[in-house]
Structures are given as C-alpha cells and as structure tokens.
C-alpha cells in the first residue's frame, strides 16, 4: 500500500519569502500531483510530474524518484498563495491516488 | 471551456436515507474520479470510471457506489447514510485513464444529521 507523507503539517511565512513543502511516498509510482485547494473547497491542479522538474510563474516541483521524495516550492511568496498543499501519488494504472494530509500554508502581508 | 461541475453543491440528509450526487466532466473527458474529503481523514479515493466502467475502487463500503453514462456524467450514490458520511465529495475529470492531469469540480457538501 502507498503512504504518502507530507511536511510541514502548517506553515506560515511573511510575504517575499521562499517556501518549502516536502512530500514523500512509501512505494514506487508513476505520477506524483501536487494540488491547491483553497478554503470553501475547490481543488486546483497545479502539477502532474513524473520526473524531473516543472516550473509554472513563482511554482516549480521537482521529483526524485530513486529518493521517493517531491517538493513543491514558492519563490516571492504572496498571501494569495495561502492554501493547502497537497501532493499525491498514483501507482501502477490499476490504483487510485494517494493523497498526503496536506499543508496548511499562512503567508502574512 | 466549462469545467467540472458538481450538483448540487450543498446537501443536507438524515441518517439511514440515501443520496445521489451528479458530476459532469469536462467536454471529451472520459474519466471521472470521486474522493471524499473529511477532516480526520483527508482526500480518500471512491472509484473511477472510464468510458462507463468503473477501473478502480478505494477501500469504501458497498453502501458506496457510482455509474457513468454515455455521455461521461457520473453519479455516485450513498445509502443507508451514516453520520460519519459527512464530508465534501469531489469528483475530478481526465481526459484518458492513468496518468493525466486531474480537473477538479468544486464539491459537494454532504452533511448526515
């Protein structure tokens, strides 16, 4: 069975610095999503990676996979960034995803 | 391009009866996905469909099920209601099965009285 696992659980940070979310995973996989949600509910995807890096704006990801270990950073970060972080893991084609618990991040004007 | 919508977004029903929730994806995607979302624990995965077969299945009781139409829309159904069935319920859309970008649709609120 995957477990995902995510740090920090919270986090707050003043706005301009650059941030850190850290996600790791117990078992191989073929894809590894980090997610935005923001509070009343919705769900944006931000990256579907497999390998490597991917750079969106101030977001980029990156993924070890021989490490099993994913990070999502922010650089200048901005309080619109506030939300929840959530990466997740999907194994072979037959598996659902794995979702982590989830970062809560603050960032302060 | 409209994205997934989920109906109705807030629902309210009494223990023991059953619910239906509605998801329709985006224009030609194939592949719908439910999750349900508490606080204790987290986004969990219900099942997946594509091109009306349902490929996978999270570790939910049968009282959990779903069914996608020709048309891609899916609906899950819960019965039997428990209060801990509480939750935001979530679908997502691909356009193919496996690994391709998940769009996300804002959710129901369930709340079991």
């Known amino acids: 069975k995957n477990e995902v696992e995510q740090s920090p659980q919270n986090l707050t940070a003043q706005e301009g610095e650059f941030i850190t979310i850290n996600c790791s995973y117990s078992?191989?996989?073929?894809?590894l999503h980090w997610l935005q949600q923001h509070p009343g509910g919705g769900i944006v995807s931000l990256f579907m990676l497999s390998s490597g890096k991917k750079k969106h704006g101030r977001l980029i990801a990156t993924i070890n996979i021989q490490e099993k270990h994913s990070s999502l950073h922010i650089t200048a970060s901005h309080p619109r960034d506030s939300a929840v972080y959530i990466c997740a893991g999907r194994g072979g084609g037959a598996d659902g995803l794995t979702f982590g618990k989830g970062t809560h991040l603050i960032i302060q004007p | 391009k409209a994205g997934v919508t989920q109906t109705p977004r807030y629902l309210i029903k009494t223990r023991g009866q059953q619910v239906t929730l509605s998801c329709s994806p985006i224009s030609g995607h194939r592949s719908v996905s439910w999750y349900q979302q508490t606080p204790g624990q987290g986004l969990q995965f219900l099942f997946e469909y594509f091109s009306e077969t349902q490929r996978n299945k999270g570790n939910f009781p049968g009282r959990f099920s779903g069914r996608q139409f020709s048309n891609s829309r899916s609906e899950m159904n819960v019965s039997t209601l428990e209060l801990g069935d509480s939750a935001l319920y979530l679908c997502?859309?691909?356009?193919?099965?496996?690994?391709?970008?998940?769009?996300f649709g804002q959710g129901t609120r369930l709340t079991v009285v």
């Open positions: 078992v191989g996989i073929s894809a």
């Open positions: 997502a859309s691909t356009g193919g099965w496996g690994n391709t970008e998940a769009f």
